[in-house]
C-alpha cells in the first residue's frame, strides 16, 4: 500500500513539477516577445534595439530549448524509476559482478554513462547550434571533446573513491552512516574549494597574471580599502569556448585568487572592472560565502539524514520500480543513492524561489558595498554592457525570474544602483 501510494505521489509531483515549468515557460516567453520592439525607458540611450531584440530572440530559443530538454529529461527519470530501468541494469550488471562493491560502484558508473550518451546530443547542440547561431560559441569540436574526456576522467578520479566510502560507511557504519558520511561529504566540497583554483581549474582553462599595470594599481587599491588578501590577479582564456564575460574569485582562507575572463577586460573600462571586482569583493566581506557554505552543509546534512531513513524503507524502493534487493541479506546501497539523486529535484523544485529570494538578498547587499567603496555609476555602465554582451534579457517574467534567477532582473537592480548614486 505505501508503495502504490508513494508511486501516485511521485507522478503527482512530476505532473505538478512539469505544469508548472511549462506554465512560467510560456509566460516568460511571452513577456519577452511582448516587449521586444522597444528597449526599456531607463535602457534606451545605452543598448541598442538591435541588441535588444537578440537579447529576446536569445532568451526564447534558450527557453525553448529548455522544454524540449525538460521533456526528454522526464521521460528519461519514468524509464529509469517506474518502467523498470534502473532494474533492468542492476540486475545485468550484478551477472556479471556477483555482490559487493564492485558491483556497486558499477551500477554507479553505468548509470553515468547512459545518462552522459543521452544528454551528449543535447550539450552538442546547445553549443553548435543554439550558440553558434547568436554569436557566442568559440569552441571547437575538437575542444569540446577533449573537454568531455577530461570531464569523464577528473570525474572518475575524484567522485570514485568518495563514493567508495560514502558506501562503506552506508554498509559498516550503523544506524548514523548519514552523520559520517555529511562530515566526510563536508571535508570534501571544502577540499574542492582549496583545490579548484590551482588543481582542477588549469586542467581546462590557461591562467595568466594581469599584465596592465594600471589596471593592477587600481584592483590592489580597491582590495587595500575593503581589506581583502589575494594569491594573485589572474586573466583566464575564457574566449576561446565563449563570448560570454564574467570576474569571479575563487579558492578559500589562504588560497584565495582574483580571475577576470579575458572578453570581459577587453570589453570594460578600468573603473568599469574595478566596480565589477568590488561587488564580487562585496560578497566576501559581507560573508555571503561563509553564509552559503553553511547554508549548503546544513541542507545537505538534512537531505542526509532523510536518505538514511530512506535506505531501510521498503516502499521508497519498489514505489520507483527497484527491487532493494539482488540477494536475500544483500543491501542495495548504489540504488538508493541514484533513486534520492533522481527524485530530490521533483521535490524540491517549487522551493526555488526561496533560494532565490536569499541570493537576490546578497546581490543588491553586495551591490551597496560595491556603491561605497567605487561609483555606482561605473556598476551601472558595467552592467549595462555586460547585460548586453551576454544577450541578457531586460525584459524577463517576473515570476519566472523569481523561480529561476539567482540574480535580482537588471531593471530592478539598475534601479537600485542609480537611487545610491543620487
Do not use: C
Amino acid at each position: 500500500m505505501y508503495s502504490l501510494a508513494f508511486s501516485i505521489l511521485f507522478v503527482s509531483f512530476i505532473i505538478l513539477t512539469l505544469i508548472v515549468r511549462f506554465w512560467l515557460a510560456s509566460r516568460h516567453i511571452r513577456h519577452v516577445l511582448a516587449h521586444r520592439s522597444a528597449v526599456p525607458a531607463e535602457f534606451a540611450e545605452k543598448i541598442p534595439l538591435s541588441a535588444h531584440q537578440k537579447a529576446a530572440d536569445y532568451t526564447v530559443a534558450r527557453t525553448k530549448f529548455g522544454l524540449i530538454t525538460l521533456l526528454v529529461n522526464t521521460l528519461v527519470l519514468v524509464g529509469f524509476t517506474l518502467l523498470g530501468g534502473l532494474q533492468w541494469l542492476s540486475v545485468e550488471i550484478f551477472k556479471l559482478t556477483g555482490p559487493g562493491m564492485v558491483y556497486q560502484l558499477a551500477l554507479l558508473a553505468a548509470f553515468a554513462a547512459v545518462s552522459g550518451i543521452i544528454d551528449l546530443p543535447f550539450d552538442y547542440y546547445k553549443q553548435f547550434g543554439l550558440e553558434q547561431r547568436f554569436g557566442f560559441n568559440k569552441m571547437t569540436p575538437g575542444l569540446f571533446f577533449a573537454d568531455m574526456v577530461k570531464g569523464l576522467l577528473l570525474g572518475a578520479a575524484i567522485g570514485l573513491p568518495l563514493v567508495w566510502v560514502m558506501l562503506t560507511l552506508m554498509e559498516k557504519s550503523g544506524n548514523l552512516w548519514w552523520l559520517y558520511a555529511w562530515l566526510v561529504w563536508s571535508g570534501f566540497q571544502l577540499l574542492m574549494m582549496v583545490l579548484f583554483p590551482t588543481v582542477i581549474a588549469p586542467l581546462f582553462n590557461k591562467f595568466t597574471p594581469l599584465e596592465d599595470q594600471s589596471l593592477k594599481a587600481r584592483i590592489e587599491g580597491l582590495m587595500g580599502r575593503v581589506g581583502f588578501a589575494s594569491k594573485g590577479l589572474f586573466v583566464m582564456d575564457g574566449s576561446k569556448r565563449s563570448a560570454h564575460g564574467n570576474a569571479y574569485f575563487s579558492g578559500f582562507g589562504a588560497n584565495k585568487r582574483i580571475v577576470f575572463f579575458d572578453t570581459l577586460l577587453s570589453r570594460l573600462q578600468p573603473q568599469e572592472i574595478e566596480a565589477v571586482l568590488a561587488h564580487e569583493l562585496g560578497h566576501f566581506k559581507l560573508k555571503h560565502i561563509i553564509k552559503r557554505i553553511v547554508m549548503m552543509f546544513a541542507i545537505s546534512l538534512g537531505f542526509l539524514a532523510l536518505l538514511g531513513y530512506l535506505k531501510n524503507q521498503v516502499w521508497f524502493y519498489t514505489g520507483l520500480g527497484v527491487d532493494p534487493l539482488l540477494l536475500p541479506g544483500q543491501g542495495n546501497d548504489a540504488m538508493v543513492l541514484l533513486l534520492f539523486m533522481l527524485v530530490l529535484p521533483v521535490f524540491t523544485f517549487l522551493f526555488g524561489p526561496l533560494t532565490s529570494l536569499s541570493s537576490r538578498k546578497h546581490e543588491f547587499e553586495a551591490d551597496a558595498f560595491a556603491a561605497q567603496h567605487t561609483d555606482a555609476r561605473d556598476l551601472v555602465s558595467a552592467l549595462v554592457k555586460m547585460y548586453e554582451d551576454n544577450a541578457s534579457t531586460l525584459t524577463p517574467d517576473p515570476l519566472h525570474s523569481a523561480f529561476y534567477d539567482s540574480h535580482p532582473p537588471a531593471s530592478v537592480r539598475i534601479r537600485h544602483l542609480h537611487a545610491a548614486a543620487a
